[in-house]
């Protein structure tokens, strides 16, 4: 079943704009991490934020968290082209008492130079 | 990608034939995940492993087996091949299997079953 879904499922922007990704969730969490894909290529972590912090910053990178809306966004300032990727949030979920890491269907995100 | 290989990175095969995935980590890590990736599906668990022998199922394991015989090591096997299963299958490990710790991925393996 799936946990975490992106918002919009794509983007097209200019090089310098800022772009900003949604994931919406269905359960409580305790953390959320937001990954990046280039073509053709595996997974790569971006960033994790726990339940109890609200904000978050890597470099380029601003996540957010609202528990209370079941929602995260991820905002990528001053874009560049190499930022053409797709980005998935992955949200934990439990099951028979284990815990799985389970990932959105992505934004794909293209940022034209 | 880095610590973490996939082979084959390509393979074509015919329906009924069974195939082996490899992945092989340097990175010692304790958990091992086997994914595939779909359009319109995203990734999705298959079977992952908490230890050298010590393996369970994902959200997909239908049709699918899994072995680790050493820490390096995860093999996933599709015992019967079947067009259902093309896709894009991509191995993960990860320190814990505690979703605070960030997963590493492999640069994934294309099947295409004909």
């Known amino acids: 079943s799936q946990q975490g879904e992106e918002d919009p499922q794509a983007l097209s922007i200019q090089e310098g704009e800022n772009a900003t990704m949604n994931c919406s969730y269905k359960?409580?969490?305790?953390?959320l991490q937001w990954y990046r894909q280039n073509s053709g290529r595996g997974l790569v972590h971006l960033i994790l934020?726990?339940?109890?912090?609200r904000e978050k910053h890597s470099g380029r990178l601003r996540v957010t968290l609202d528990t209370s809306k079941k929602s995260s966004s991820l905002l990528i300032t001053a874009s560049r082209a190499a930022d053409t990727a797709s980005y998935f949030c992955?949200?934990?979920?439990?099951?028979?008492?284990?815990?799985?890491?389970?990932f959105g269907k992505g934004t794909k995100l293209t940022v034209n130079p | 990608d880095a610590g973490i290989t996939q082979s084959p990175r390509h393979k074509v095969t015919e329906t009924g034939t069974p195939v082996t995935l490899r992945c092989h980590q340097t990175?010692?890590?304790?958990?091992m995940y086997w994914y595939r990736q779909d359009p319109g599906h995203g990734l999705r668990l298959i079977h992952y492993?908490?230890?050298?022998?010590?393996?369970d199922k994902g959200e997909v394991s239908d049709g699918y087996s899994v072995s680790r015989s050493k820490t390096e090591d995860f093999l996933l096997t599709l015992e019967s091949a079947t067009s259902s299963q093309t896709s894009v299958y991509f191995c993960?490990?990860?320190?814990?299997?505690?979703?605070?710790?960030?997963?590493?991925f492999g640069p994934g393996t294309r099947l295409t079953v004909t």
């Open positions: 993960a490990i990860s320190e814990s299997l505690q979703i605070s710790y960030e997963q590493y």
């Open positions: 359960t409580s969490i305790n953390n």
């Open positions: 934020i726990r339940s109890n912090e």
């Open positions: 992955a949200t934990d979920l439990v099951q028979g008492g284990s815990e799985k890491l389970v």
């Open positions: 990175e010692n890590h304790r958990y």
């Open positions: 492993s908490y230890g050298v022998k010590d393996t």
